[in-house]
Every structure is written in C-alpha cells, then in structure tokens.
C-alpha cells in the first residue's frame, strides 16, 4: 500500500536517533554465509507459523485469508550483538547530514538541478502541492505512495533517486503530493483541524487529486500526454482515475508500477495480516477519539521516532526490524548511510480512513470501493456490497515491477492484477531474491535492479 506503503508507515515510526548498515560486514554475513542463510529461514517459519495461526480464525471470520504464509526472518541470529558497533557507528557517520533537514526544494537546488513549486485546486476544494524539476523532454509524472511524499523521489540522492536520474535524460520530471500529506494541507474552505479534512481514502486521491495534478502538469508544459510512475498507493490511486474516469487513458502513454497495490489478499506482512481483521473497528475506534490523521510530519512524531528508538544499539537493530515486519526483510539493498535523510523526510502524514481501506481489501480478497456498511452503501452505492473497479476498463499500457519478497504487494496478487488489467503490456519480476516494498525506492543497487528496465520501456513509449 503502502510510502509509503502500509507501512511505509512503520518504516518511518521507525527510527531517526542512529541506525545503521552493518553495511560492509553485515550484510556480507547474511548474503553470502550459507549457515546464516539456512538458520534465517528455519527462524521465517516459527515467524510465519506463528502469525498464521494468530490471524487465521479472525481473517476468516472477518470473510477473507485461509492460507499459511512463510516470512522471512527479521534479525539474524548471528553474532549480532557483536556487529551493532559496526552498524552504529555507519549510522551515525551520516547523522548530521544537512540533506535530512533541507526541504525538498533545497534539495534539488542543492544538487544542481532547476526547480518550481506549483499549486492545483481540485474539484473538492484541496490545495495540492506540485514540485517540477522543468525540461524540454516529454513528461513524467511521479508519484509516492502511502505517508510519502514527492520527497520521495529524491532523498535516495543523485546517483539513485528516480526523479534526478529522469531529470538527467531530460524528461520534464513532475511530483505530485496526495491530499494530506505534509505539502497539500489546504482545502478553500477546511482545515486539518477538522475531522471532515480526513474523511478520504486512497479512492479520493484517484478520483480527484491525480486528474487535477495531470491535468495541470500536461497544460503548464503545453503537452497532451505523460509517462506515469507510481509507487504502492501511487499505483492503487492511478488504477482508481484510469478506471473510474476512463478519459484520463488517453492522456497517459505509458504507467509503470513500482511494487503496484490493488489486491492484497496474499499480503504477507505480519502487521497488515494482524491488523486487517480488526480494520473497522479500529476505524471507529480512532474516529470516536478524535484521531483521523496518521502518522503526521510535525513536531510531536519527530521526538515519538527518538522515544520509539532511543539511542541504544539494540534499540536501533530492533526500530530497524520494523521496517522489515512491515516491508519484507532485505539488508542486502538497506542504504543504511542514508537512513539519516530517509527518516528526515518521511512520513509524511495521511488519512487513517485510507489505511482502513485497504484492511477492508485484504480482508474482501477484492479490490473494491469503501465499504460504509450495510444501510450507508445502499444509500451510496446502491448496493450492498461495495462495487469493485473495473480494471479492465483501464486502456492506458501497463507495466507491473514487482517481487519476490514485497510484504505488502505479494505476486500472486500482482499476477491476478495483472490478468484483470484492460492493457497489461509487461510484467517483471526484479532478479534479486530478498528486494522487498521500500526497495522499489532506495534501493542501493536501484540503477541496475530497477532503472535499467525502467529506463529501457520508457524509450519505446
């Protein structure tokens, strides 16, 4: 779903105080030691099992997920307490990296590159937030996923983050922000104080945001189509436009879906499975207490990710590991030197309404509208059960990049997306066995596993 991702979310309550690679050594231990790897996946099962066995009956009785999943493990049972120092000190080697605390125009600026702050009004009243690095290349529109932000695409640095490498083609590169997130808090008439600010999901951000953010992108740069990219909800809001307002395909040559999220019934993210079951009540539950906005950028959530953390090694291996429950476990690909930056920018605050909608998806093994209950989507919808979306209507060419060990976007469940899409013209499996959800972003070999291909389908639409 995910920043983005579900948990994109976790990844960012995560830690911000010091954590690091055990770079060099750690990782050359867990990708290359055959013990560690047998261990690893021997601990994944009573991992695996045990989550299974908790979720089963309530996932069931909730009217969805019936099968045993398998996880990775988290932390490897070798010698870590001896590699934290080594990690740590990784860590903390990039800790005051001025890059964490530049805003995102700063950011750009800083590394050489042009750029425009531009602002859209939707058709519901929300104020967006679009940055433009400009070219006189066709246009891409990049957007992030859940609690991220078009910060996104450029915190993984000049060498690997998607919207510089674009820029340096000379694409005219755009990055949208979703309605709540930390640049688009504005509305003509609400404000985020109030509850009914929040009251959206993921399909809102499809139905309105993406065609106003397109809309204005194509006019700015006088052109009459794009190349989309998007991440997790970046590809759950852009099935959402291409299928409700079918007029939008016209105006896309190409969308490519990094880790893309519609149906999420094999998720295997112990917290997504953990959660899922319990989803509508913990929907009340927040609305009763006044809690409509998840995981914000202020203030409060910057000293919750130290309190979370702490500055103890363990602490950190342990803050670290939640990113792996939540994403799939992979330090092969973990740039721990830019963790600094990464927690510096992220998250970046969303509806809890919209993690809610996709809890309702995991459970329904369908990929469907909000579901308000029984009396309200009658009233709504006209029916009882909430309609799905016709992803067949979708004719804009697809393109589907997933993985083997995404938590949160499972292949089975790109497969069955990828069977119901209306123009699914390529699918394609990143050659790296532990690449997980966040990696589809900072990736430290992002050139090579994702890049490369991404560059190639570019050039032939």
């Known amino acids: 779903m995910i920043a983005s991702g579900f948990i994109f979310t976790v990844l960012i309550i995560s830690c911000n105080g010091q954590l690091n690679t055990f770079t060099s050594l750690f990782t050359d231990v867990w990708t290359k030691n055959p013990i560690v790897k047998f261990t690893a996946r021997a601990s994944s099962e009573v991992i695996a099992n045990t989550v299974d066995t908790i979720t089963k009956f309530p996932i069931a009785v909730a009217g969805a997920l019936t099968q045993g999943y398998n996880f990775p493990t988290l932390i490897s049972p070798t010698n870590v307490i001896d590699l934290t120092d080594k990690f740590v000190a990784e860590f903390n080697s990039n800790l005051n990296n001025e890059d964490a605390n530049l805003n995102i125009g700063d950011l750009i600026v800083k590394y050489g590159f042009e750029v425009e702050k531009h602002k859209v009004q939707t058709e519901d009243g929300y104020i967006l937030s679009l940055y433009r690095i400009p070219n006189n ?114 105006k896309i040559n190409l969308m490519i879906a990094l880790s893309p999220v519609a149906f999420m019934a094999n998720a295997k993210s112990p917290v997504v499975r953990l959660l899922a079951p319990g989803g509508p009540l913990i929907h009340s539950v927040t609305k009763t207490l006044g809690i409509y906005e998840f995981l914000p950028d202020n203030a409060m959530m910057r000293i919750l990710k130290r309190l979370m953390c702490g500055n103890g090694a363990i602490a950190e291996i342990l803050c670290n590991n939640i ?7 992979d330090l092969g690909q973990l740039n721990v030197t830019n963790l600094p930056v990464m927690f510096g920018h992220t998250p970046s605050g969303a509806s809890a309404k919209q993690i809610a909608h996709y809890g309702q998806n995991v459970v329904s093994n369908e990929f469907r509208k909000f579901d308000y209950g029984l009396s309200e989507n009658l009233l709504r919808y006209g029916k009882s059960p909430p309609p799905s979306y016709t992803l067949e209507q979708i004719s804009a060419p697809v393109s589907l990049f997933y993985s083997e060990a995404d938590w949160l976007a499972h292949p089975d469940d790109v497969n069955k997306l990828f069977n119901e899409l209306g123009n699914a013209v390529d699918i394609y499996k990143i050659p790296y066995d532990q690449f997980n959800h966040i990696d589809f972003l900072f990736a430290k070999d992002f050139k090579k596993l994702i890049y490369k291909r991404l560059r190639k389908l570019l050039s032939l639409f």
């Open 323 to 329: 990113i792996f429950l939540a994403a799939g476990f």
């Open 137 to 250: 290349g066709s246009v891409i529109f990049l957007m992030h996923g859940l609690l991220g932000s078009a910060d996104d695409y450029v915190i993984a640095g000049p060498e690997s983050g998607l919207a510089y490498l674009l820029a340096k083609e000379g694409y005219d590169v755009w990055m949208g922000n979703a309605r709540g997130n930390k640049h688009s808090r504005n509305h003509v008439e609400l404000n985020p104080s109030q509850s009914d600010f929040w009251d959206f999901t993921w399909h809102e951000i499809g139905f309105y945001d993406l065609p106003a953010m397109i809309d204005y992108a194509l006019e700015t740069s006088n052109c009459k189509t794009l190349k989309y990219i998007g991440h997790s909800q970046g590809t759950t809001a852009f099935f959402v436009m291409a299928s409700e307002k079918t007029e939008y395909n016209d």
